[in-house]
């Protein structure tokens, strides 16, 4: 098993950034894919970014596409989400989760361990 534990969020201006970090405890953090998801109040929760084992590959959702970079530090045991450019529509609270398999990696249902999740807020 691997606990996940979010932080950096906060309040920001639209045009600010933020920098989330995950960082990671349990079974060795490189045996696991990670995704960041969000979920704004009333929504359903909905993909964000993902990297891949050693970090190779990443994905994005498109309306985060060029305003935010998804890295991981395997030493560490850390994944982050820089957040550029942020918009009102980006508020939201942000978990980042693990996947062994990453068969589905723009779906929750493809990971297997979540965060407690951080609140992202922007204000226009």
């Known amino acids: 098993q691997v606990q996940l534990v979010e932080s950096g969020g906060g309040l920001v201006q639209a045009g600010g950034s933020l920098r989330l970090s995950c960082a990671a405890s349990?079974?060795?953090?490189?045996?696991?894919?990670m995704g960041w998801f969000r979920q704004a109040p009333g929504k359903e929760r909905e993909f964000v970014a993902a990297?891949?084992?050693?970090?190779?590959?990443?994905y994005y959702a498109d309306s985060v596409k060029g305003r935010f970079t998804i890295s991981r530090d395997n030493a560490k045991n850390t994944v982050y989400l820089q957040m550029n450019s942020l918009k009102p529509e980006d508020t939201a609270v942000y978990y980042c989760?693990?996947?062994?398999?990453?068969?589905?990696?723009?779906?929750?249902?493809?990971?297997?361990?979540w965060g407690q999740g951080t609140q992202v807020t922007v204000s226009s």
């Open positions: 989760a693990a996947s062994e398999l990453w068969r589905e990696y723009r779906s929750g249902r493809g990971y297997d361990y």
């Open positions: 349990g079974r060795t953090f490189s045996s696991y894919a």
């Open positions: 990297i891949s084992w050693r970090g190779l590959r990443t």
